[in-house]
């Protein structure tokens, strides 16, 4: 059996993304109460003590919610950047020093089967990265709270075989949303979110023949629908590919319940 996963939760409420080989299951953020977790977990048949660790894109607590009690209840290591850490050690409450593992931006961590990559992204935290996980010919990629896709980020996610990425807002729905505008300036910036619109235009430069499926995930439950989403990034591709040009498959994340297993080697 070669990589699955599932987006446990997606959005601003809160983000979880379970991901596991036969030998090797990591947890993508924590950023539900750990209660919350451990259910999203068991409607895949699996608890707190079957993971070997959880990996941290960053310190909001979207992302973060739940990891003290997890890492504490179940004696989980937790990896992430130095800077980081020193946001996490503020929030998080105590974590044992064995758990409390420094993984530097840029670099891959084997566990098990699963080699974990990480890599910068731009969003307004201390050192947000996304990650890219791989198992022998497979590469799944996730790129999620990322204020534009740089061309280090393209080259970081290409040819993935499946990719979570970020889909977050409508621009015309925000800006005329209930938001404040300073709350609008910073989601639309370079260290904010990615737009419907960003999506599909980065997508073109890295979907490849190899890329099967990519769930649009992170989407405002505000400034966002998911067909929306779906159809703006569509468009989007649609205008810049050939008509002969690969597509991949676009797939619906959920901020309250779990998508199905996703199985790389199948089509």
Not at 250 to 260: F, I, K, N, P, Q
Request: charged share 30%.
């Amino acid at each position: 059996m070669g990589i699955r996963f599932s987006v446990l939760a997606s959005g601003s409420t809160g983000n979880a993304t379970i991901i596991a080989t036969e030998e090797s299951k990591v947890l993508i953020d924590a950023g539900l109460s750990a209660k919350r977790v451990e259910q999203l977990l068991q409607e895949k048949e699996l608890s707190g003590a079957d993971l070997d660790a959880i990996v941290v894109t960053h310190e909001h607590t979207d992302h973060t919610k739940g990891l003290g009690a997890l890492a504490r209840k179940f004696d989980l290591p937790i990896y992430a950047n130095e800077k980081t850490w020193k946001m996490l050690d503020k929030q998080v409450g105590a974590i044992a020093e064995h758990n409390r593992c420094v993984m530097e931006t840029g670099s891959v961590l084997d566990l098990g089967s699963l080699r974990v990559e990480s890599y910068g992204i731009s969003h307004d935290a201390a050192e947000p990265v996304g990650y890219c996980f791989y198992h022998e010919e497979q590469k799944l990629s996730v790129a999620t709270d990322l204020g534009y896709m740089s061309e280090k980020v393209k080259e970081q996610i290409r040819d993935s075989d499946v990719l979570v990425l970020e889909s977050n807002h409508d621009i015309e729905m925000l800006r005329v949303g209930r938001y404040p505008w300073n709350i609008k300036r910073r989601i639309l910036s370079d260290i904010g979110h990615l737009s419907n619109e960003a999506a599909g235009i980065g997508l073109c430069d890295v979907m490849t023949e190899k890329t099967k499926r990519v769930y649009l995930a992170h989407l405002s439950r505000d400034h966002n629908m998911m067909d929306l989403a779906k159809m703006t990034v569509s468009q989007m591709v649609e205008e810049r590919l050939a008509p002969d040009d690969h597509r991949a498959r676009l797939m619906d994340t959920y901020y309250d319940r779990v998508t199905a297993w996703d199985h790389l080697d199948e089509d």
